[in-house]
């Protein structure tokens, strides 16, 4: 049985407390069964989710380690293609090199800016970023509203949340 099916029966068993249509007797032998169905089936869906968050914690670290990974081997790369270039330049080597599934070949990049030192630049040449959006302080409100300050548009409220250790 699901757990929301138990749920559900525990309702409607907790209807049928007030009518006369059972015996009080059978309606709490039934919701004692009941609550030991619901409490084993309660632990099997919190064993589930501490399963799915160790996996999802297992997958955020393997997907780190593989971002890792994925940048030596660019740099590596972007090495190893550097290493080609300044072979070619030694030797002055300006044709193709092609074959059937690769072309190599010398290319100019376009012209770049470089910068010896931004201290000399002029204030004319420089661009501030936009100032970030104003956001609420929060913790500030909560303190305020904790003191008893009367905010307009806040309040303070507890919400719930299922706790699972081991």
Known sequence: MRL??????FKALAALED????????IADTLEGLEGDFEAKTIAVAKFILSLE?????????ADAMALRA?????RAESIR??????MQIVNWNRKIEADDIVIARRNNPVAVQVSDE??????YWRQPP?????????LIKEKLQSGV???GCYLEAGERVSITL
């Open 4 to 9: 929301f099916e138990i749920t559900s029966q």
């Open 19 to 26: 009518s006369d249509e059972l015996p009080p007797e059978v």
């Open 54 to 62: 160790a996996n999802a914690a297992a997958i955020e670290k393997a």
């Open 71 to 75: 940048a030596r081997i660019a740099k």
């Open 82 to 87: 550097h290493y080609v270039l300044l072979q």
């Open 119 to 124: 201290r000399t630049v002029p204030q004319a």
């Open 131 to 139: 100032a970030p959006p104003p956001q609420l302080d929060k913790k």
């Open 150 to 152: 009367e905010i307009p």
